[in-house]
């Protein structure tokens, strides 16, 4: 089934602990995005790419890097996560041309 | 002032009648606008997008775009209680979508 999958579902993290989100699409997208969305809020662009090997900073960049080797897969990993990180994190991509996103199901993350 | 702003609801409508869901933005050359659906515990997914000033309609949603007032608005004609959800608007700019912090609709049987 075309579209997008985020591993794991949910976990749970010591504080200190290193952690990679992973993020993959078979719709061959060239824009990938990783939002964060904290409880009530709206979703905070973390980092992005447009294309394969590029990548950018979103609103809320700090503690987290991406890696975009391949169209497919998008990474995000904590380098070392601290409680404030505590968050559902939504991998999307796109078609750069139009610019609709489609969302992955999300890893709900809590660092304690 | 935040880059996209909505009113922060709650919403609240009577089975049938129409939901009207309200979006400003501050970046004048922002060209892409769209609305995503967001149920309790699940991610968003895409119900309307539009580029050009007027409206556009899908079955009982309509969007309307006034880039000259920055304002971008959802309308849910014969709104159902399958339609109680958030709803995101979206705007995006070089290439980045920015999101508002959604509205909540509740719509009573």
């Known amino acids: 089934i075309a579209g997008i999958t985020q591993a794991p579902t949910s976990q749970i993290l010591a504080a200190g602990r290193r952690m990679t989100l992973r993020c993959t699409q078979d719709m061959r997208h060239n824009a990938m995005y990783w939002y964060r969305q904290d409880l009530g809020l709206g979703l905070r662009l973390i980092h992005y790419?447009?294309?394969?090997?590029?990548?950018g900073k979103g609103e809320v960049p700090d503690g987290y890097s991406v890696s975009r080797a391949n169209t497919d897969d998008f990474p995000l990993t904590l380098a070392s996560a601290v409680p404030s990180q505590t968050s559902v994190y939504f991998c999307a991509s796109s078609d750069s041309s139009r610019g609709e996103a489609f969302f992955g199901q999300g890893t709900r993350l809590t660092v304690v | 002032q935040k880059e996209v702003e909505q009113n922060s609801g709650p919403l609240s409508v009577p089975e049938g009648a129409i939901a009207s869901l309200n979006c400003t933005y501050s970046?004048?050359?922002?060209?892409?606008f769209f609305w995503y659906r967001q149920y309790s515990g699940k991610s968003p997914e895409l119900i309307m997008s539009i580029y050009s000033n007027g409206d556009k309609e899908d079955g009982r949603f309509t969007a309307q775009l006034n880039k000259a007032s920055q304002y971008v608005s959802l309308l849910i004609r014969d709104s159902q209680p399958s339609d109680s959800a958030t709803y995101l608007c979206?705007?995006?700019?070089?290439?980045?979508?920015?999101f508002g912090d959604g509205t909540t609709l509740t719509v009573k049987p």
């Open positions: 970046d004048r050359v922002s060209q892409s």
């Open positions: 790419s447009n294309t394969a090997g590029t990548t």
């Open positions: 979206a705007v995006k700019v070089a290439g980045k979508s920015t």
